[in-house]
């Protein structure tokens, strides 16, 4: 089954840009079945699904951060990854990358990263 | 934005307990609908998918059900390993939008 592994920076400071990369294994990323997507929880607080991205590059954002975001992929490395421009303390959250199957009737996040907490913080 | 509510948003029950939680959609959303659970510290797990399918591994107990803006998930004999936060979310439309949780603690 697939493992996601997110890695990058605890703490980014403000105005600054928050970097993760998330890494698959036992899978390829190439997979035509798959999105690969970032989650993001502030602590003690709900889910916010920040975007996905395909293995061509096909990414598609949430509108209330994509003037802020931007999702790669780079298939060698069998790698995907966040930046998240500008940030605030509001920014500070426990950030996923997930699996997201994807076919014409079903869409779901199937194999989950731990999570990695983010601070932003001066 | 599609936007979820949950049901109630806090339960307490004991082992053996029937619990439903139930979810709603602002807008139609078919059967594009997921549930989740999540245990403190952990990131979720996907129970349920497209509104009753079981994920594989995922035990009996748990059952979805509903189509078009009300959901259900079902725990049929609450074990001690359930007691966590649900979270259902919606993937007929970006953004994908998850439910605002529903916390299920022993009684």
């Known amino acids: 089954q697939l493992q996601l592994q997110e890695s990058g920076p605890g703490l980014v400071k403000p105005s600054e840009t928050l970097s993760l990369t998330c890494t698959v294994s036992?899978?390829?990323?190439?997979?035509?079945?798959?999105?690969w997507g970032w989650i993001r929880q502030p602590p003690g607080k709900g889910l916010e699904w920040i975007g996905s991205?395909?293995?061509?590059?096909?990414?598609y954002y949430n509108p209330s951060l994509k003037s802020r975001v931007t999702i790669s992929v780079d298939t060698s490395k069998n790698q995907f990854s966040l930046k998240l421009s500008s940030v605030t303390a509001a920014d500070t959250a426990i950030y996923y990358c997930?699996?997201?199957?994807?076919?014409?009737?079903?869409?779901?996040?199937?194999?989950w990263g731990q999570g990695t907490l983010v601070t932003v913080s001066s | 934005d599609i936007q979820m509510t949950q049901s109630p948003s806090s339960l307490s029950a004991s082992v053996g307990d029937r619990v439903t939680i139930t979810c709603r959609a602002s807008?139609?959303?078919?059967?594009?609908l997921n549930w989740y659970q999540q245990k403190p510290g952990k990131a979720p797990k996907l129970l349920i998918y497209?509104?009753?399918s079981l994920q594989s591994g995922v035990p009996s107990r748990f059952s979805g059900s509903g189509s078009g803006t009300d959901f259900t998930l079902t725990i049929s004999s609450l074990q001690p390993e359930d007691f966590a936060t649900y979270y259902c979310?919606?993937?007929?439309?970006?953004?994908?939008?998850f439910g605002p949780g529903t916390k299920v603690d022993i009684k």
């Open positions: 997930a699996s997201e199957m994807t076919t014409v009737t079903k869409n779901y996040l199937d194999y």
């Open positions: 807008q139609s959303i078919t059967s594009y």
């Open positions: 991205i395909y293995y061509s590059g096909s990414s």
């Open positions: 036992s899978g390829s990323i190439s997979s035509r079945t798959y999105y």
């Open positions: 979310q919606q993937t007929y439309s970006i953004p994908r939008t």
């Open positions: 497209a509104a009753s």
